[in-house]
């Protein structure tokens, strides 16, 4: 079945940019997408990529796709106080009607 | 409309309570989720429904039992439930894609349950 990894924690500084890594092991996963979790709420689609895309830049957020090894990182730039959450990468389930998330990247920002 | 509502927000009961969460979204999606949350874990899928038919169920204990009545309702009905249930129960819907898997889910805030 479908496993998806990444990093538990990381740590930046305010303005800087911030790079959130994920790994999947399905490679006939068509999306992949993040989501964004901030404390006592539910989970907030950020964006997602195609299978057949490299890159997708949406304002201060960069998705890279490296299907080959099928890792999938999340950029974001000029990283703000309210970027600290918890992200997660997720993959849906080869022809199935379910997600699976990876465990989370809780990101905090120092000043 | 892009919201999918949860109700209760928080939820306490006893091991012999019988109560119901609900969830309910006015965006057109077929597909209804139910996802248990524990602290500081990602979310466990426990059902889906795709076109008001349970479609999945991942080996979820029968004192839990979902209920889709219509195409923007989902509920959960709870039964004897035991303190290790305790929990963010999140709500989820999406459209359901013809090939490719699921289409992004839409969250709810999620009830929070606490079984005592």
Request: charged residues 20%.
């Amino acid at each position: 079945g479908e496993d998806v990894e990444q990093s538990l924690f990381l740590s930046v500084r305010e303005g800087d940019s911030s790079v959130i890594n994920c790994t999947y092991t399905d490679s006939s996963s068509t999306y992949l997408y993040w989501y964004k979790q901030e404390p006592g709420a539910g989970l907030q689609l950020l964006t997602y990529i195609f299978s057949n895309m490299d890159m997708k830049q949406d304002q201060r957020l960069t998705v890279l796709l490296n299907k080959k090894d099928k890792h999938l990182s999340l950029r974001i730039a000029d990283t703000q106080t309210g970027d600290s959450a918890i992200y997660f990468c997720a993959a849906p389930y080869s022809s199935a009607s379910k997600i699976i998330f990876g465990s989370g990247t809780r990101l905090s920002i120092r000043p | 409309d892009t919201e999918v509502t949860q109700t209760p927000k928080h939820l306490v009961m006893g091991m012999t309570n019988k109560k119901s969460l609900k969830c309910e979204q006015h965006m057109g999606h077929r597909a209804m989720y139910w996802y248990k949350q524990k602290a500081k874990k990602p979310p466990e899928l426990m059902f889906v429904y795709s076109y008001e038919k349970l479609s999945i169920n991942e080996s979820v204990p029968s004192r839990f039992s979902p209920e889709c009545p219509n195409s923007s309702l989902l509920n959960l009905h709870l039964h004897a439930l035991q303190p290790e249930d305790s929990a963010l129960y999140l709500c989820a819907s999406s459209q359901v894609k013809v090939a490719g898997g699921p289409g992004e889910l839409f969250f709810g805030e999620g009830s929070r349950l606490t079984v005592l």
